[in-house]
């Protein structure tokens, strides 16, 4: 059918650190293919409201079809790999991904764009490399919000919101980074608007992974 008319107005591309998805009390699963790389991986690419409300779960008859992806698997596998338990293929989180959010921007995309798209986006933002840069390591050592939110904006030219989680001790840590990006998915902007995410203080690990 036709796709809706937008109903955003900018993109969350949202990055995990899997070092803080998995050091918590909750723990967590490699996926099939083995250990994730020791780098960001995509979480999912948000369609948004500038009000911060969001759509989701827009076309119950665009399921998820593997098979219009499968040129790109190894790049998911490699760069939006799931963390969750029980171990899995990946499959369910990137049709998650996509049956909650991609299908509410069909006006730009299909499936297999979605994917290709946040794949690019995050290629191009190359955040480890802007942190290291920085001075910023995954090496359990602790840094300041504008020491991250800075090393981020000197490399890659845009500034995220950092959001942060605890680990098994308690201790707060570098989680995930919400980068925001234009209305038709090929540019990265300032963000109209926070996303309602948690706090990090000003004490801030960034463990290994
Ligand atoms: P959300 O609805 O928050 O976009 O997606 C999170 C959903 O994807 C949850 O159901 C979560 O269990 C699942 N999921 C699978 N793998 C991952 C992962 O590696 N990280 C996160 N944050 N969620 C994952
Ligand atoms: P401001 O907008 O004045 O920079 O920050 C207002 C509040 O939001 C402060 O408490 C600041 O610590 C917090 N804040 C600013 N940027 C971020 C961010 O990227 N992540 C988190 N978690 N808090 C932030
Ligand atoms: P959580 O409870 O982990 O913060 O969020 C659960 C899920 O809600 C996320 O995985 C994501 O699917 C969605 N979500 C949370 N915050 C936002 C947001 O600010 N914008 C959008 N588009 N989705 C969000």
Redesign the pocket.
Known sequence: GRAAAQDYDFFYLVLQWPGSYCDTKQSCCYPKSGKPAADFGIHGLWPNRDDGSYPQNCDPDAAFNPSKVSDLLSSLRAKWPTLACPTNDGLRFWGHEWEKHGTCAENIFDEHSYFQTAISLRDQLRVLDALAAGGVNPDGGYYT?SQ??NAIRQGTGV??????NRDESGNSQLYQL?FCVNASGDGFMQCPV?PG??????RIEFPAF
């Open positions: 919000l991250i939110k500034e995220p919101f950092v959001e942060c919400y926070s995410a948690r706090a990090c203080g000003n």
